[in-house]
């Protein structure tokens, strides 16, 4: 890092420059003593005058002696007496006197005639001169270095802005990280290293130089990098991979460089990535090849990975959720060595971070957060803690003592449906429309196999546009979908549309987001996971979809128009036909459709329970799923 520079500013110098005119000016001699034009002829005439110096607008000299008391004031006096023989000096303003030359020489008085001295005033006028034109200056330099470089100017635009965490500002631990065991694990092993790195050195071995962290958004991969640093109690540099590519050209690579440095005088310590991405995208994704900046900084960072000593104990961590698009020359071995994925948490884990998000929350005696993660189906761990959090503002917008289990329902659905809208009024005929949507969805949900059962159901309107809505909760975390189980899930969706047209004869727009879910559905079946007879065991997708973000751009297409024509005909047909299936099931069960939808007319909300104990009174039992082994041996 080197030691602290101060730094020598031109301001400085303007300072003392000004300093010292101000002492010689009015430190080092006493300024003249005024007198009166009067008092200065009385004087003159007395011949108590001398070495005069005569302006436009004054007149300065020195007295010969002090007895003139009889001329000057006893104050005026006692001032020359007081600066001794060598400073008798007085001054007086000048008026208008054509003959004092004459008398000037007649007495034999030697003179000397002076301008106006401006000399403090033009040293004045300069200094400030060049300061405007030096504060212009830095002012436009600043406002360039806020675009290149930050705070440093110019001259700093190529250092890192990494942010340096040492090892008591580094409170995080594994104790904080949960959800994640696996993940965990495979990082211990570099938490050992960068403790005891004689334990590996000495039967040969090599810590990987990388580790790269892949996951969704909110999974906790930061926090993970932070709490390797923490247990091994060792410095942390944090940057995001977008600070390191700037305006200028060169930048980048300069603050790869630089932060290597500073990692290397910091050793042991930790490196860490963020967003990765966005400085190692793969050099082929450029259509035109160009040797663009972003470019040049990655290379660069591949230069300083081959270049340290895996001994020294600089360990790169990064993170990234579009793993599929990093250079392959980054994922090497040799560079990021070690891949540690970190998937969704299930129930247990999803019930481990719940719990770490509680610890300074005041629960209820009513709280089971086993069955908050069961209503929590693929939510990462950012996701809970916006729950914990919103349940106990909830319940400090209450007024109560602890954080209930309402809360948490409350919490769960307005992160999972949006805000509850009661000033949004509907009228009857909507109001009606709406809750035979929602309960074709609730019936057609309780009657088929395989399907996740109803939570919740709701006719209070919700977030932007959400007139109601009907919540399934997994019984279980899931992994593969069968045929059948996808078949089961379009006939939901489009239950509410059926129950529409049965009903009123006529469809709404209340089905749009059902409608366009199905869609993908059917889409992904036939195209993705060649479940359609007639496409047979083929798929239609040519690029590789995001691993961890859901991509709104279509994948190119690389078959004929007669196949394209193929598929959105097998798509048409499997809507067809699960529409024609929810069709016969609702008018079977046309009297629970009417029983639930009166229930929510008068009631507007329906818990899962109700729902169940109210299908039974018309006969209905839900049928149970399949056994886990049974329905996952297929594919195991």
């Known amino acids: 890092m080197g030691e602290r520079r101060w730094p020598i500013s031109l301001w400085y110098l303007l300072a003392g420059l000004f300093v010292v005119v101000l002492l010689y000016s009015y430190g080092l001699y006493e300024a003249p003593q005024e007198i009166s034009y009067s008092q200065f002829k009385a004087l003159l005439n007395a011949g108590k005058v001398t070495d005069l110096v005569l302006t436009p607008d004054e007149v300065q000299g020195r007295l010969t002696d002090l007895e003139v008391d009889n001329i000057l004031s006893s104050e005026q006096v006692s001032h020359f007496k007081r600066w001794g023989q060598r ?210 900084t990655l290379n660069q960072l591949l230069v300083e990975m081959d270049g340290f000593d895996p001994n020294v104990g600089v360990i790169i961590m990064a993170a990234t959720n579009r ?57 990462v761990g950012a996701d809970l803690a916006n729950v914990v959090n919103e349940a106990a503002l909830l319940a400090a917008r209450r007024n109560r003592e602890y954080v209930t289990m309402q809360d948490f329902d409350d919490a769960v659905d307005r992160i999972i449906a949006g805000l509850e809208r009661k000033t949004r009024v509907m009228s009857p005929r909507e109001k009606r429309i709406v809750a035979y949507h929602e309960a074709g969805h609730a019936v057609v949900a309780s009657l088929l196999p395989n ?71 059917a889409l992904a079946m036939v195209s993705r996971y060649g479940m359609s007879e007639a496409l047979g065991l083929r798929t239609f997708e040519s690029d590789r979809r995001p691993l961890f973000l859901e991509s709104p751009m279509a994948s190119r297409r690389d078959y004929s128009e007669a196949k394209a024509a193929a598929i959105d005909s097998e798509v048409e047909r499997i809507l067809k036909s699960a529409h024609q299936r929810v069709r016969e099931l609702l008018q079977a069960h046309r009297r629970e459709l009417e029983a639930v939808a009166d229930w929510l007319l008068e009631k507007e909300v329906l818990d899962g329970d ?27």
């Open 87 to 296: 400073e008798l000096r007085f001054r007086a303003v000048r008026v208008e006197d054509p003959k004092l030359v004459e008398v000037l020489e007649a007495k034999g008085i030697p003179f000397a005639g002076r301008t106006a001295s401006t000399w403090l005033m033009n040293i004045v006028s300069w200094v400030l001169s060049v300061a405007l034109f030096i504060g212009i200056w830095l002012f436009v330099l600043r406002r360039l270095s806020g675009s290149a470089g930050g705070p440093g100017g110019l001259m700093a635009v190529g250092r890192s802005r990494a942010k340096v965490y040492v090892e008591s500002e580094t409170k995080v631990t594994f104790a904080d990280v949960a959800g994640i065991d696996e993940a965990k694990e495979e990082l211990r092993e570099i938490v050992e290293f960068l403790k005891t790195p004689e334990r590996f050195r000495r039967l040969g071995g090599k810590i990987p130089k990388g580790v790269l962290l892949v996951g969704a958004p909110g999974t906790g991969k930061t926090l993970l990098a932070r709490a390797v640093a923490g247990e091994a109690k060792v410095p942390f540099f944090s940057i995001s991979g977008s600070e390191f590519v700037e305006l200028f050209v060169g930048v980048g690579a300069a603050r790869v460089r630089d932060l290597f440095e500073q990692a290397k005088q910091k050793a042991p310590c930790i490196v860490f990535i963020d967003e990765l991405d966005a400085l190692g995208k793969s050099r082929a994704i450029n259509p035109l090849g160009t040797h663009d900046e972003r470019e040049q």
């Open 323 to 379: 793993p599929e698009i990093l250079d392959p020359a980054l994922l090497r071995a040799g560079r990021f060595d070690r891949h540690v994925v970190l998937d969704r948490p299930d129930v247990r884990g999803r019930e481990a971070i719940l719990r770490v998000h509680t610890r300074s929350v005041k629960l209820g005696p009513d709280v089971d957060l086993q069955v908050v993660a069961q209503r929590t189906p693929g939510f």
């Open 451 to 521: 399907v996740d059962p109803v939570r919740k159901i709701s006719i209070i309107p919700r977030g932007i546009g959400a007139l109601g809505y009907t919540q399934q909760l997994p019984t279980e975390d899931r992994y593969l979908m069968t045929r059948s189980e996808l078949e089961n899930r379009l006939a939901v969706l489009l239950g509410g549309r059926v129950a529409e047209e049965m009903v009123f004869g006529d469809v709404s727009t209340g089905a749009q987001d059902d409608l366009q879910k199905a869609t993908d559905i």
């Open 610 to 636: 109700q729902l169940r104990a109210l299908l039974q009174q018309y006969g209905v039992q839900r049928e149970q799923r399949e056994p886990r082994e049974q329905r996952t041996a297929a594919g195991s």
